[in-house]
């Protein structure tokens, strides 16, 4: 099983979201997937899937956390798993469980739903931990945050 940091690349990190509502930061991170770069129909319905989903049920988490993804993985979108990381300053109002703006992001596309899930879980799991959301809130490069969750899954897997 590949690593979440192994997923992440510093083009799928980005520190400075400006989108001021929930659907103009889904675009920013889709715009951030380079498996369909300049793919505008891609694009398209990847955001549209996204939006669906949200309206049916937020992915706002809780705790400022958000985990944008489609209700069912997209076949043929993508050949692997894609993961971008997003952050925004202030925070957007995502219809969050606790009510919260969303400041951290991660934006999930898989194959497969298996695969869809499993980073899914992954993930809920990593960002339960304070400590965890608080670094990444303070990281400063993409590189450090890719550290930040390699070191994370590492503390998981030897525990």
Not at 12 to 26: H, M, N, Y
Not at 38 to 63: C, M, P, W, Y
Not at 103 to 111: E, H, Q, T
């Amino acid at each position: 099983m590949v690593s979440l940091a192994d997923i992440l690349t510093p083009e799928t990190v980005v520190l400075d979201l400006k989108g001021s509502t929930r659907d103009e930061v889904l675009a920013e991170l889709v715009d951030h997937i380079p498996e369909i770069g300049d793919d505008a129909v891609a694009k398209r319905r990847l955001l549209q899937a996204l939006i669906e989903r949200e309206n049916l049920h937020s992915t706002g988490i809780g705790d400022g956390v958000a985990l944008p993804h489609a209700r069912n993985a997209l076949v043929g979108l993508v050949g692997k798993p894609v993961l971008v990381f997003g952050r925004h300053a202030c925070g957007v109002p995502f219809d969050s469980i606790d009510g919260q703006p969303a400041r951290l992001f991660f934006l999930i596309v898989a194959p497969s739903v298996r695969e869809h899930l499993n980073l899914l879980a992954r993930i809920s799991r990593l960002v339960r931990d304070p400590d965890f959301r608080r670094a990444l809130l303070k990281a400063n490069t993409p590189q450090e945050v890719i550290e930040i969750i390699r070191n994370s899954e590492a503390k998981f897997a030897a525990s």
